[in-house]
């Protein structure tokens, strides 16, 4: 089981930057591939497990960056030149990896945070 806590969401002017924080309980985070989703449930970005591996949807490439520290159970996203399109309920996410795992599809997910509101005005 992991629980999984967002938070730094907040309001921002439009090209700003905000850093996302998900906390994961539990001591098995570092097996775990970790994404942040928006909306209902689209892929922003994801990790594996030891960082090697990142992926972006095509929107936030050079603007988003994840990142995770493991030993502090933390995934983060920071969100930089942001834009109102931005605007949204960002989720973290976590799935234990398996041959083939596609980082991007959020039904691979098993467990969800409960969200932080990202409000980019213009």
């Known amino acids: 089981q992991v629980q999984l806590v967002e938070s730094g969401g907040g309001l921002v002017q439009a090209g700003g930057s905000l850093r996302l924080s998900c906390a994961a309980s539990g001591r098995t985070f570092s097996m775990y591939g970790m994404g942040w989703f928006r909306k209902g449930r689209e892929f922003v970005a994801a990790i594996s497990w030891n960082?090697?591996?990142?992926y972006y949807e095509d929107s936030v490439k050079g603007r988003f960056t994840i990142s995770r520290d493991n030993a502090k159970n933390t995934v983060y996203l920071q969100m930089n030149s942001l834009k109102p399109e931005d605007t949204a309920v960002y989720y973290c996410a976590a799935v234990r990896p398996l041959s083939g795992t596609n980082y991007r599809t959020s039904s691979a997910y098993s467990y969800w945070g409960q969200g932080t509101q990202v409000t980019v005005s213009s």
């Open positions: 960082g090697g591996s990142t």
